[in-house]
T-cell receptor
Framework: AQTVTQSQPEMSVQEAETVTLSCTYD???????LFWYKQPPSRQMILVIR??????QNATENRFSVNFQKAAKSFSLKISDSQLGDTAMYFC???????????FGAGTTVTVRA | DTGVSQDPRHKITKRGQNVTFRCDPI?????LYWYRQTLGQGPEFLTY????????KSRLLSDRFSAERPKGSFSTLEIQRTEQGDSAMYLC?????????????FGEGSWLTVV
């Protein structure tokens, strides 16, 4: 079974600043997919960004970018120019190729302060 | 595309009662999933459907839990003889099977409180 670890239960950031969330995972697979999901309070979980392990280039989606370090099995998320609407719980998730199940970390609660 | 919808959003029930949750996936998505999420934790996989076939059930899904997806469209998750430990959010998700991995889209969840 794959293990996904998010070591930061909570993070706080000032509006317009940058915050980085850490995620590590354990797998024997060479190819796989990594995801960051955002879950605002009492709202739907939405996909923030996705990374294929065979791609060396780090994925970027507007203010969200990842630092994927395959050898270290690390997949951190950087939120730049933080906005109040970024306040949410963020989950790192792993999926094996040709699979359908996501393995989630415990999540990191991000609070953006005005 | 109206997204994944779940009903009811909140359910409070007495221990021992049966409850049923419904999920309507994104149209044309052939894969449907149920996850369970407790406070402060990430979602845990419960079960998965490819069209109408239930292809995998987690060990978390005891005999009191049953899921169906008749006709490969909407799905129901029934919990019989509820226990306090069943209190959680039940998330439904769907995806379209495709080469290169599939992105999973979640509904807003159904909160269950067993008192």
């Amino acid at each position: 079974a794959q293990t996904v670890t998010q070591s930061q239960p909570e993070m706080s950031v000032q509006e317009a600043e940058t915050v980085t969330l850490s995620c590590t995972y354990d797998t024997s697979e060479n190819n796989y997919y990594l995801f960051w999901y955002k879950q605002p309070p009492s709202r739907q979980m939405i996909l923030v960004i996705r990374q294929e392990a065979y791609k060396q280039q780090n994925a970027t989606e507007n203010r969200f970018s990842v630092n994927f370090q395959k050898a270290a099995k690390s997949f951190s998320l950087k939120i730049s120019d933080s906005q109040l609407g970024d306040t949410a719980m963020y989950f790192c998730a792993f999926m094996k190729p040709n699979d359908y199940k996501l393995s989630f970390g415990a999540g990191t609660t991000v609070t953006v302060r005005a | 595309d109206t997204g994944v919808s779940q009903d009811p959003r909140h359910k409070i029930t007495k221990r021992g009662q049966n409850v049923t949750f419904r999920c309507d996936p994104i149209s044309e998505h052939n894969r449907l999933y149920w996850y369970r999420q407790t406070l402060g934790q990430g979602p845990e996989f419960l079960t998965y459907f490819q069209n109408e076939a239930q292809l995998e059930k987690s060990r978390l899904l005891s005999d009191r839990f049953s899921a169906e997806r008749p006709k490969g469209s909407f799905s129901t998750l029934e919990i019989q003889r509820t226990e306090q430990g069943d209190s959680a959010m039940y998330l439904c998700a769907s995806s379209l099977q495709m080469a290169g991995g599939n992105t999973i889209y979640f509904g807003e969840g159904s909160w269950l409180t067993v008192v």
